[in-house]
Structure formats: C-alpha cells, structure tokens
C-alpha cells in the first residue's frame, strides 16, 4: 500500500517540502504564529529551531487496529508540542523536551529502518510545530526508497495553510479533537481559540482525504479517523464535540473515544482533573457517539493494562506494554482500542 506522496514526482516534493520551510522563516508553521526565524536559530512558544528534535523512533502496537495490524505503526516521536495539557501523558517529551536532535537526513534515514522493519506506516506523532522539517526528511527518505503510508498523529491544533502543504502526502490523519471551549482549553492547555482553530484544521483534513477507508484485510488506507479524550466532570466538552463531527462532517468517519486518561503531571495538584474518569462517565460518552449514529466506534475498557504510561527515559522501548487487542465495537461486544494520546 503506497503512500500518496508516491504519486508527486521527487522533484514536486523537494518543491512542496521547500515552500512548508519557507515558512520557519517567520514563523506561522502553527496557529502560535510566533512570527520567529527559526531557520536563523530563533525559537518560539515551542522552543524548536528548524531542526528536528526526536524521542523516539519506534514500531508502535499502541494505535487502533485498522493502524496496528500484525507489525505496528512505524513512530516517529517529536519532542517538544505547541500545547502544554496539565495532564499530558507524553510530558516527558512534550514539556521536558526529552530527546537528541537530528538533521534532515537522518531522520530520512530513520524512516527507512522502521520500513525495513516490515511496519505498515510511518507516523509522525505531535508534528504540528514541526511540519516542514518533516517534509523535508520524507521527500529525501522518498529519494532513498521510502514508500510507506503517511499517518499525522495530531493534537488538533494546526495551521490551515500548513496542512494545506500536506494534501496529497499524508495518507491518514489522525487528529485528538481534545475541547469544545477555548476557555476550558486555555485552562487547561494554555492555548488560545482552540475550538475554533481545532475544527478548522479537521474540515481540512477532511477535505482532503474524506472519512477513514480500508482495505480487504481490514488495514487503513487513507482518511480521517477522530479521537477524543474523554476527561474527568465533562471538561473536553464530549457531546458539543461529537455534534460537530457527526454533523458537520460525517458519522461515516471512525470515531476513537479514549477512556485512557490518568492524572500526571500537573494535573495531581488539580483537584478538578486529579483523578480517572468514572464509568459512569464513559458510559454516557458512549451513549452520545451511539445516539449521533457513529458507524464506527473504537472502545477502551477503563481498567485496560494497556493504560500504562510511556517512559520516555527508554528511548528504545517507552512503550512496554505496548501490545493490544483492538477492534471496532459493535452490538454487544466489549472491544477495545488503544490510541497513543498526543
């Protein structure tokens, strides 16, 4: 299954992947719009300069099935994030900034490994603030042989202009539509106009690839697939959420509907966020994406092993637990889905 940037000509990517770096230039890769020459050392909110700081490069078992498979997901962790979520699982990576930098090339060179791993795609996990880099390692690792899939693995906050550069590379988008208010985000997150900007960037995914498609066996082939975090006393805003992608775009796509939240970081000293969801409270989410009619539904049991959380520290295998059993839920059977949060 070939990715869709296969059908571009070398040339057309080195051309689409220098215009995403012109960008770094005075910096607007996101919706900070920290206005930097990053090309020139400068950094902004996410403390990145042109370069690519990376965790971890990793054969992944932790997405849904239509993503894992029998061989994974080949990730690629970015460091740093142009979010601060109080309750980020990937703190470590996101906040801490954990991770080694490289140049271009050898992430390209990175890319090739995990294919030659036998994953079935690359994933670029947390690529917001970093989209052009990433261009430019994919139209060189294109170069060198690389015809995997493409999966952008995104907190929801991107730049219109910046995704408009990806239409006809990225195969599969897979945004977290993490709040319905900017103010609850803002709170949270520490993000302005998050609402707005987050649905704005999803209608254009959508746009471009349409709801999630597979194939015979099952394996995603190009698309959009929604996640949403469902949080503690209903502050992700999940029904306002699940309107806006069931009725604005279409119950056809895939909906991921996360249970796997646990308070670290930050969020202990939050009494509002400092403990699990209930079951009550999944159970009414769940409620909501089978009223909207939702036509595929990805399900996480709350006491799920798989919940473990990533340690960064080990960049070869932060994923310990990393294997699952994912399916779609339909009538009457209690399936599970295992989505690494962004």
């Not at 770096?21 to 900070?32: F, G, H, K, L, Q």
């Not at 052009?132 to 015809?147: E, M, Q, Y």
């Not at 509907?257 to 400092?274: E, G, N, T």
């Not at 939702?294 to 399900?299: G, I, P, R, S």
Request: aromatic share 8%; net charge negative.
């Amino acid at each position: 299954m070939p990715g869709r940037y296969l059908n571009l000509t070398p040339c057309e990517l080195d051309a689409r992947a220098e215009s995403a770096y012109a960008i770094y230039r005075e910096c607007r890769v996101c919706p900070r719009a920290c206005a930097v020459d990053r090309t020139r050392g400068e950094t902004g909110f996410c403390r990145q300069s042109d370069r690519l700081t990376v965790s971890s490069f990793v054969r992944h078992f932790g997405e849904e099935i239509p993503l894992t498979g029998t061989r994974g997901v080949g990730n690629i962790f970015v460091s740093s994030c142009n979010m601060r979520c109080d309750y980020c699982q990937n703190y470590q990576i996101s906040q801490d900034r954990l991770g080694a930098e490289y140049d271009y090339s050898a992430v390209a060179d990175e890319m090739l490994k995990l294919q030659s791993l036998g994953v079935h795609y690359i994933g670029w996990v947390s690529p917001s603030h970093v989209a052009p880099g990433l261009l430019k390692s994919l139209a060189i690792a294109r170069r060198k042989g690389l015809t995997l899939p493409i999966v952008y693995n995104t907190n929801g906050y991107d730049a219109v202009p910046t995704l408009r550069l990806l239409d006809g590379i990225v195969d599969i988008y897979l945004p977290d539509l993490k709040y319905a208010s900017s103010a609850v985000a803002r709170e949270y997150s520490h993000v302005r106009d998050y609402a707005g900007r987050s649905r704005d960037a999803v209608l254009e995914m959508f746009r471009q690839v349409g709801p999630l498609t597979l194939d015979g066996a099952g394996m995603a082939v190009s698309g959009v697939m929604v996640r949403h975090l469902v949080l503690p006393g209903g502050l992700a805003g999940t029904w306002e959420t699940l309107c806006f992608v069931a009725l604005e775009m279409s119950p056809k796509i895939p909906l991921s509907l996360m249970s796997q939240y646990r308070p670290v970081h930050k969020a202990l000293a939050d009494p509002r966020i400092s403990r699990m969801i209930t079951e009550s409270e999944y159970a009414e989410a769940l409620r909501m994406a089978e009223e909207l009619g939702f036509e595929t539904l990805f399900v996480q049991r709350l006491d799920d092993a798989l919940h473990n959380l990533p340690d960064f520290t080990s960049r070869d295998n932060p994923f310990p637990l990393d294997r699952a059993h994912n399916g779609p839920m339909e009538k009457g059977q209690d399936a599970v889905s295992a989505p690494a949060s962004v």
